[in-house]
């Protein structure tokens, strides 16, 4: 009879530890047509699991101009959105990918979040990092100064996560022992041009396999840049055809370690892909942290055009407060829930002020964003 009890207990003990919460917290929010963003006021716990329904009617009237730029379809929808025509590539939304007018979401306020397409139902989102639910139209402001209409949205939440805040926008800033002033030495402060020009500054470093690398920048919304002309030429026609937005349009070489970068990843605005984006060049390193490869990164924001010094010619002009860029690369990585540590470090031969091999001066307080990835 002991025995017996004894297993009972463990068993029920089992149970206890694994039984789910009684009920399911929901909530109701109606998003109007009119908005882009609403605040639900619902503070997540990375790791919860969300659900969502959605239903309602927006309606965008014809337009009054006859305009040929005007979106392609008007009318009333429902939260899966209208099928984007060929005037809708000319539009910003911000999930791209995603039906003109539907229903998306985010979590947290800032301009680097990633939104997500929630339809008509999602069935299960997993929340990356803690933050502040918000749910939006993937529409224009122009769309939503004529819109009437809202769609009302179910969220429940199938599981609370950590419970606690501590990775809200990703993990605390905290010393990563295998980052080694040695070894900070060793890496070259700045890229350079084919021919040898010293130029942008090395901002970023980044400890994963390349697949690990690969997915935190595809997850966090950038896009590998096209490699040449040719390929840009085919793939605007491609999404052109599919009625996407072209935004791999390619970048420049430059050289660290003796060679071109291996990647180029872009985060840019539709439309404007060709003056203003956020972008970056990736070299892997001959050096490895912990048995993974060691990933130098030159990251820069595109924001006009300018004079280049070398030729006389145009070239991109750079924001010159450099570390703007440092912070959005540690915004959309650490904001996917792929980063395990991350610290801002200033190395012995700290770079703050200097020129790009085309003139343009930019300056920095010096330190450089290391990211270690999740190893798996």
């Not at 979590?107 to 749910?135: C, H, M, N, T």
């Not at 990703?170 to 980052?179: K, L, N, W, Y």
């Not at 840009?232 to 430059?254: G, Q, R, V």
């Not at 003056?275 to 990933?295: A, C, E, F, I, T």
Request: contains cysteine; aromatic residues 8%.
């Amino acid at each position: 009879m002991k025995k017996f009890l004894a297993i009972l207990c463990t068993a029920m003990a089992v149970y206890a530890t694994k039984a789910p919460a009684a009920d399911n917290k929901s909530y109701e929010v109606e998003v109007p047509a009119a908005k882009e963003w609403v605040d639900t006021g619902i503070d997540l716990h990375g790791g919860a699991k969300l659900r969502f329904t959605g239903s309602g009617t927006i309606t965008y009237p014809a337009p009054t101009d006859n305009s040929k730029f005007q979106a392609s379809t008007v009318g009333s929808f429902g939260p899966d959105g209208l099928s984007r025509g060929w005037a809708d590539l000319i539009h910003q939304y911000a999930v791209a990918d995603a039906g003109h007018g539907a229903l998306i979401g985010r979590v947290g306020s800032d301009s680097y979040v990633q939104p997500f397409l929630i339809g008509a139902s999602k069935e299960e989102y997993d929340v990356p990092v803690a933050g502040r639910l918000w749910l939006g139209i993937n529409q224009s402001l122009t769309d939503a100064s004529s819109a009437s209409g809202s769609f009302k949205v179910k969220i429940e939440i199938l599981d609370e996560g950590l419970k606690d805040d501590s990775n809200a926008g990703g993990p605390a800033d905290s010393s990563i022992a295998s980052i080694t002033p040695d070894l900070l030495t060793k890496i070259p402060r700045r890229v350079s041009d084919p021919a040898g020009n010293p130029g942008d500054m090395v901002n970023v470093l980044i400890v994963g396999t390349q697949a690990q690398v690969e997915k935190v920048f595809a997850t966090g919304g950038w896009m590998q840049v096209d490699k040449s002309v040719e390929n840009t030429a085919l793939n605007a026609i491609m999404d052109s055809l599919e009625k996407k937005d072209y935004l791999t349009m390619p970048m420049s070489t430059l050289f660290l370690f003796g060679r071109a970068q291996d990647y180029g990843f872009a985060h840019a605005e539709p439309v404007k892909v060709a003056m203003s984006r956020n972008h970056l060049r990736v070299w892997k390193s001959p050096y490895q942290v912990d048995g993974r490869p060691l990933w130098c990164i030159a990251a820069t924001h595109d924001i006009g055009f300018e004079r280049d010094q070398r030729n006389n010619g145009l070239t991109h002009k750079i924001d010159p407060a450099i570390d703007g860029e440092r912070e959005y690369v540690d915004g959309t990585l650490s904001g996917t829930g792929l980063v395990q540590q991350r610290e801002h470090i200033a190395p012995a031969n700290a770079l703050t002020t200097a020129k790009t091999a085309t003139g343009g001066e930019f300056h920095s307080d010096g330190r450089v964003l290391v990211l270690l990835l999740k190893n798996n």
